[in-house]
């Protein structure tokens, strides 16, 4: 082999290995930032280990919303209608935010079972739901009764 061969040669196994590096910087970034959804009933199931970060979404169960009188902090259950999960929220919830609505929570649950949100999305109209919401609902028959677009199916009374 030429010295110039050779030169080439070393310069493609660098250029490989820096590409080899970056790809694996950028999947070990990625994988630490991912935050995936789950139902109640997948966190119910402990499909999720306590402490790692992921989102929930179902519906905020009827009479369940308890608001501390000394702070920001909000408990509620939110259900599938399958299972239900406790969560508790320190901070200021979305104007939509009530009993009976669909709601998408961050954060992550503790060694008790209750899962501690970091923030809380509330839907922005009637008419709207979040697809991992609307799946979640659907597995469990429990859609409600609204006419409301969920991706490609249109749910009506």
Known sequence: M??????????????????????AFGVNAFKQNI???????????GAVKPGQ?????????????KRSSEDLAVT????????????SFTGILPDLFREGQGIVAMGAIDEEGTFIASEVLAKHDENYMP???????????????????????????
């Open 2 to 23: 030429t010295p110039k061969r050779k030169q080439r040669l070393m310069m493609v196994c660098l250029m490989l290995c820096g590409v080899g590096v970056a790809v």
């Open 35 to 45: 935050m995936l959804f789950h139902s109640p009933s997948d966190v119910a199931a």
């Open 53 to 65: 970060p992921f989102r929930v979404g179902g519906m905020v169960i009827d009479g369940s919303v």
């Open 76 to 87: 509620f259950e939110l259900t599938d209608h399958a299972k239900n999960i406790p969560v």
């Open 131 to 157: 697809p991992e919401v609307a799946e979640a609902l659907e597995k469990a028959g429990k859609m409600p009764g609204t006419r409301a677009n969920f991706d490609s199916k249109t749910v009506q009374p």
